[in-house]
């Protein structure tokens, strides 16, 4: 069984940092793209980042570039994504998801709340 459990958000004041985690299980996670979402309230689920399998390319999305970093460890089967200068606009519950036999594949969510 596929599963992904994200861990690290919480409480942040404007202009500081949050690293999340996702840590993976029930597939060969070395082998498959990896991706960051969130939703806020009232809100559509938006594309955070991605990460190939390898770790070799990463994408973002226009409203964090050049503040968050998407990353894997493979020997740990975990994603992260590291989130410096954060905005109030940033607040959401954040999500790691994988496509798994032609299947989306989520974790639980972990909120993100930023605010003074």
């Known amino acids: 069984q596929v599963q992904l459990v994200e861990s690290g958000g919480g409480l942040v004041q404007p202009g500081g940092s949050l690293r999340l985690s996702c840590a993976a299980s029930?597939?060969?996670?070395?082998?498959?793209?990896m991706t960051w979402y969130r939703q806020a309230p009232g809100k559509e689920r938006e594309l955070v980042a991605s990460?190939?399998?390898?770790?070799?390319?990463?994408n973002y999305a226009d409203s964090v570039k050049g503040r968050f970093t998407i990353s894997r460890d493979n020997a740990k089967n975990t994603v992260y994504l590291q989130m410096n200068s954060l905005k109030p606009e940033d607040t959401a519950v954040y999500y790691c998801?994988?496509?798994?036999?032609?299947?989306?594949?989520w974790g639980q969510g972990t909120q993100v709340t930023v605010s003074s």
């Open positions: 029930g597939f060969t996670f070395r082998y498959y793209f």
């Open positions: 990460i190939t399998a390898a770790g070799s390319t990463t």
């Open positions: 998801n994988t496509q798994y036999y032609n299947r989306h594949y």
